[in-house]
């Protein structure tokens, strides 16, 4: 079994000195295969922890394959090294996508790979369904101002450890392993893009067709054959914390959050809630004239200002 495989609950593996691209299957903490490939800086004859390392989370219904994604991952890599993988019901990965809940899983075992590669500088980069996905990982697998592993409870509370994980059937718990922080799961900064701010948004027509498409069978049929997105029937068993109840909690984690004032999904109500719920001292809000959603509308200027960003950051 190879480091890229073994259960992420143990990912100490030794770094290793990468030269090449890479594609490796990640196995999440609830035992979720997950396809990642990895593409190292275009700095020659350095090794990886001199580097920062972009680790992407598509939107609903993307992959690691899609074009939107590749093209992002072509932006960002003419700056530094990047990961990019297909959630859960996405792409090649296994299980169902859960639409934003227990793909914080997904993304904390993308960066602990990005760790065992020798990365010291990790930065999560979401968009849209990714951005709430960044968003809540960082508040769950983050640290305290005291350097302790947090733990998030449904009602928004931050303490000091975690009571551990419930039964994967059940929901995901918006809680993350005692030794989340140590582990290598923590993003040393976040990006945001296009993200909602609150769950069961339906106030612009194309929220109205993905919540037809999450919630009926028909829809999830459609999804699935026509997407090629795998949807959980199950839906959500225990509401996980929103966005804006996480976004307080990741400071002092430098937290961007970008977004179009042409975003046809989700209006500007929504990044301007994330940045008021933030810390200020470590957020910073860019409203971008005339972008649209997530990573389809990214246009390879923003990116780049996004890496630069991220960059200088960490």
Same mark, same amino acid.
């Given at each position: 079994?190879?480091?890229?495989?073994?259960?992420?609950?143990?990912?100490?593996?030794?770094?290793?000195?990468?030269?090449?691209?890479?594609?490796?299957?990640?196995?999440?903490?609830?035992?979720?295969?997950?396809?990642?490939?990895?593409?190292?800086?275009?700095?020659?004859?350095?090794?990886?922890?001199?580097?920062?390392?972009?680790?992407?989370?598509?939107?609903?219904?993307?992959?690691?394959?899609?074009?939107?994604?590749?093209?992002?991952?072509?932006?960002?890599?003419?700056?530094?090294?990047?990961?990019?993988?297909?959630?859960?019901?996405?792409?090649?990965?296994?299980?169902?996508?859960?639409?934003?809940?227990?793909?914080?899983?997904?993304?904390?075992?993308?960066?602990?790979?990005?760790?065992?590669?020798?990365?010291?500088?990790?930065?999560?980069?979401?968009?849209?369904?990714?951005?709430?996905?960044?968003?809540?990982?960082?508040?769950?697998?983050?640290?305290?101002?005291?350097?302790?592993?947090?733990?998030?409870?449904?009602?928004?509370?931050?303490?000091?450890?975690?009571?551990?994980?419930?039964?994967? $059937?059940?929901? *995901?718990?918006?809680? @993350?392993?005692?030794?989340?922080? !140590? %582990?290598? &799961? =923590?993003?040393?900064?976040?990006?945001?893009?296009?993200?909602?701010?609150?769950?069961?948004?339906?106030?612009?027509?194309?929220?109205?067709?993905?919540?037809?498409?999450?919630?009926?069978?028909?829809?999830?049929?459609?999804?699935?054959?026509?997407?090629?997105?795998?949807?959980?029937?199950?839906?959500?068993?225990?509401?996980?914390?929103?966005?804006?109840?996480?976004?307080?909690?990741?400071?002092?984690?430098?937290?961007?959050?970008?977004?179009?004032?042409?975003?046809?999904?989700?209006?500007?109500?929504?990044?301007?809630?994330?940045?008021?719920?933030?810390?200020?001292?470590?957020?910073?809000?860019?409203?971008?004239?005339?972008?649209?959603? $997530?990573?389809? *509308?990214?246009?390879? @200027?923003?990116?780049?200002?996004? !890496? %630069?960003? &991220? =960059?200088?950051?960490?």
């Amino acid at each position: 079994m190879t480091c890229a495989r073994e259960a992420q609950s143990a990912p100490r593996c030794p770094s290793k000195v990468i030269t090449g691209e890479r594609r490796a299957t990640l196995l999440t903490d609830d035992g979720v295969s997950i396809e990642a490939l990895y593409e190292p800086s275009p700095a020659p004859g350095t090794e990886p922890s001199d580097h920062l390392v972009l680790v992407v989370g598509h939107g609903f219904t993307g992959a690691l394959e899609r074009p939107a994604l590749r093209r992002v991952a072509t932006a960002f890599r003419q700056r530094t090294a990047v990961i990019t993988f297909s959630f859960r019901g996405h792409g090649r990965s296994g299980g169902r996508s859960t639409v934003g809940d227990r793909e914080v899983l997904d993304l904390a075992a993308a960066v602990r790979w990005a760790r065992r590669l020798g990365h010291r500088r990790v930065v999560t980069v979401g968009f849209s369904m990714g951005g709430s996905v960044v968003i809540r990982q960082a508040a769950l697998y983050g640290k305290t101002e005291e350097n302790q592993p947090v733990h998030i409870a449904h009602d928004g509370e931050r303490t000091g450890r975690s009571p551990g994980r419930t039964d994967p $059937a059940a929901g *995901a718990p918006d809680t @993350a392993p005692d030794d989340a922080a !140590a %582990d290598g &799961a =923590a993003p040393d900064a976040v990006v945001a893009v296009s993200a909602p701010a609150r769950w069961y948004y339906r106030g612009t027509a194309p929220m109205r067709r993905v919540h037809w498409a999450i919630t009926r069978p028909s829809g999830r049929l459609v999804s699935r054959y026509g997407l090629r997105t795998r949807i959980d029937p199950r839906g959500w068993a225990v509401d996980p914390l929103s966005p804006v109840a996480a976004a307080p909690l990741i400071a002092p984690t430098p937290l961007l959050i970008v977004h179009g004032d042409r975003d046809p999904y989700f209006p500007l109500d929504h990044p301007r809630m994330l940045a008021s719920a933030a810390d200020p001292s470590a957020s910073e809000l860019w409203i971008e004239p005339g972008f649209g959603h $997530a990573e389809t *509308a990214a246009s390879p @200027a923003l990116l780049g200002r996004i !890496a %630069d960003w &991220a =960059a200088t950051h960490v």
